[in-house]
């Protein structure tokens, strides 16, 4: 990506929090080149405006009081399957950066960085279409290795795999006891054990990775 047909880089920020929005702006303008910007506080303005507008870059939070971007990425990718994605968040890098680049994003970049990486990581973007941290980069070579960090499904027993998939299709745990003939209370301790494999805190969080992963 670059610059050479002198039309400016489209911006979508997509953040719940103004200021943030208005940080990457600042950077924008210390950078020195031709640009516009989008903003989006929440994903229904996120994936309103891909449908509107021709974005470059789009610059995302992970998570929004509506939901998780996570689960958008898939149309945003089929909407505007040339924007570059950079996902820019206050979560654990090395717990969900694998599956967030799985998903198709571009880059991720955690607001704990310097405002010189930061910086860098816009221009990365700009320059070669994607950014990897070091950190992040360490998490590649080590899901070469271990499959199961860039896919957590793979983390799952036969079991806790075939429970994983009933919670996904809607089936509540005693759906779930009568469907495969086992206690209630098992299906609850292997729902703890499947959510804290997969470090995720709910059932719209389960029902993504099945989707991103089948």
């Known amino acids: 990506m670059n610059q050479s047909d002198n039309k400016p880089v489209s911006f979508l ?8 929005r208005q940080g990457i702006v600042f950077l924008l303008d210390d950078l ?3 640009y516009e910007v989008f903003h989006a506080s929440n994903l229904y ?3 309103e405006c891909m449908k509107v507008n021709l974005v470059t870059i789009a610059i995302i939070d992970a998570h929004f009081p509506d939901g998780n971007s996570l689960a958008v990425l898939p149309e945003i990718i089929k909407l505007s399957p040339k924007t570059k994605i950079l996902i820019f968040t206050g979560i654990d890098e090395n717990m969900h950066a694998l599956k967030f680049l799985d998903a198709g994003a571009h880059g991720f970049l955690s607001k704990l960085n310097e405002e010189g990486e930061i910086r860098n990581a816009i221009l990365r973007i700009i320059e070669h279409g994607e950014y990897v941290s070091q950190a992040t980069q360490v998490l590649l070579m080590g899901s070469l290795h271990n ?9 799952l027993s036969a079991r806790e795999r075939q429970i994983a998939e009933l919670y996904a299709e809607g089936y509540g745990n005693l759906e ?3 469907r495969l003939n086992i206690k209630q209370n098992t299906v609850s301790t292997l729902k703890k054990r499947i959510f804290e494999k997969l470090n995720i805190e709910n059932m719209v969080e389960l029902i993504i990775l099945i989707k991103n992963h089948q």
């Open 13 to 20: 920020l997509a953040d719940d929090h103004s200021l943030i």
């Open 32 to 34: 020195g080149f031709d």
């Open 45 to 47: 303005q996120l994936t």
């Open 147 to 155: 499959r199961s960090l860039i896919n957590p499904l793979l983390s």
């Open 176 to 178: 779930i006891s009568n």
